[in-house]
């Protein structure tokens, strides 16, 4: 017998893309969460969009609200040229567009619902709904194929995660069979897996719904006046004892064990999603030549280290990501990640941080555990992240003691034409 499969024609997936973002602070003050650089040279959404891609999913609206043009330019030059709309492929963005009651999205079942018509017109057998601001790789093809075996109207992918953290995620019972007979969003007093006291299991926000059911409990829950309209809160109590719902633990394809993923939605999760890639073995690898991790490519030159005196002048980096025109000129980078054009000056020395790009750093700096953003430039002689009551003065300093350093920092800061030249 044949193994079963599931046609990608049938499946049309929705990111969420517009959700504000607060909790990452002043990095999401021009720009959504999703269209955050991560990585060096890509955006977070584009780690969902690729396990789209690499799924053989090619049908995806991407659904955005807030400060999203940063985000509709990285996927109308990054991503939307390579669908094929002869094979009925396509990337779009979708604003809201206040079809019901003049209205924004309210909840994310309300984004969905206010989209119907993007559903109808496709005619999909499943919908993927999927969270643009996730950090993971996932083959979506056996969910697919586990909800079709199933007969699943609804199949959630879950994770175990410590149990006093589940307090922030949606927690999820299942019997023996994986059939889903309990949920709580947020609870107070998680429940524990059976056999496992320390770990809840936890909904990852990635659901797979049978189209007609899809349909049907989202007319419901929208004439619920009472309804946040979220699935969380919501749609899954909602379909609870009445549907078949279901459990997809994400597994990782080479331990068998949970999977790698990371919510970032606080500027500390998002340091530590990006200083997980520079560890030497790291849990997330974006070196498989058999799935890739696309994006918007920039025409950028080669990184660049110059300067190999046996004093102090030498232009080094070590357990780092230096992106596409990068020049260390002189300077020191260690476990620390940097964006597109970003240069480094003599004598100065970088430790664990993020520069998001088009940064230089001036000569005899000293900057540790800090993210400093796009277009904004470091003076000469400037220390970070070595005098906690200095640095809150003029940056801002989050949890774990990391320095914020965005456009509102008492430092000159200048935008310059990705074009032009930077001066030696």
């Known amino acids: 017998m044949a193994p079963l499969t599931v046609d990608p024609r049938n499946v049309l997936s929705f990111v969420l893309a517009g959700g504000r973002g607060n909790r990452l602070d002043q990095l999401t003050e021009a720009r959504s969460k999703p269209s955050v650089p991560f990585g060096g040279k890509y955006r977070i ?6 396990n789209c891609i690499n799924s053989d999913l090619r049908r995806i609206a991407v659904l955005t609200q807030y400060k999203s043009s940063s985000l509709a330019k990285h996927i109308r030059l990054g991503w939307s040229p390579h669908m094929s709309p002869v094979f009925n492929e396509f990337l779009v963005t979708v604003p809201p567009q206040q079809k019901v009651d003049d209205r924004w999205y309210v909840g994310t079942a309300d984004a969905i619902y206010q989209n119907l018509d993007v559903i109808r017109e496709s005619h999909p057998r499943y919908v993927l709904i999927l969270s643009g601001d996730h950090i993971y790789k996932m083959d979506y093809r056996p969910l697919l194929v586990g909800h079709v075996r199933r007969g699943a109207d609804l199949t959630v992918v879950t994770l175990p995660v410590p149990r006093l953290e589940a307090t922030a995620f949606g927690v999820i019972e299942t019997d ?137 002048r030498a232009g080094v980096a070590l357990d780092s ?54 277009y904004v430039d470091i003076p000469p002689g400037t220390e970070i992240g070595y005098n906690e009551e200095e640095d ?33």
């Open 45 to 50: 959404i584009d780690l969902t969009l690729s």
């Open 392 to 424: 809150r003065r003029r940056f801002r300093v989050v949890d774990g003691g990391i320095c914020l350093v965005t456009a509102r920092a008492k430092l000159p800061s200048r935008r310059r034409p990705a074009s032009a030249a930077i001066p030696a």
């Open 176 to 312: 023996p069979e994986e059939r889903i007979i309990g949920f709580a969003e947020k609870p107070v007093d998680p429940t524990p897996i059976p056999g496992d006291s320390e770990h809840s299991l936890a909904s990852m926000g990635v659901y797979c719904f049978t189209t007609d059911a899809l349909l049907e409990i989202l007319e419901e829950d929208a004439a619920d006046p009472a309804s946040s309209h979220d699935f969380g809160n919501d749609v899954l109590p909602r379909m609870l004892g009445r549907y078949r719902l279901y459990s997809h633990p994400f597994r990782d394809p080479k331990s068998g064990g949970p999977g790698y993923w990371r919510d970032v939605g606080t500027v500390e999760a998002y340091y530590e999603a990006n200083m997980d890639l520079v560890s030497v073995s790291p849990k997330l690898n974006l070196y498989n030549p058999y799935w890739r991790i696309h994006t918007h490519q920039e025409d950028c030159p080669p990184a660049k280290f110059v300067f190999a005196d046996e004093g102090e």
């Open 321 to 374: 990501m230096l992106s596409g025109g990068c020049v260390v000129s002189g300077g020191r980078v260690v476990r620390s990640i940097l964006s597109n054009r970003v240069r480094i000056n003599s004598y100065a020395e970088v430790r664990e941080s993020l520069l998001l790009g088009d940064n230089e750093v001036g000569r005899h700096c000293r900057i540790r555990r800090a993210i400093i953003d796009k």
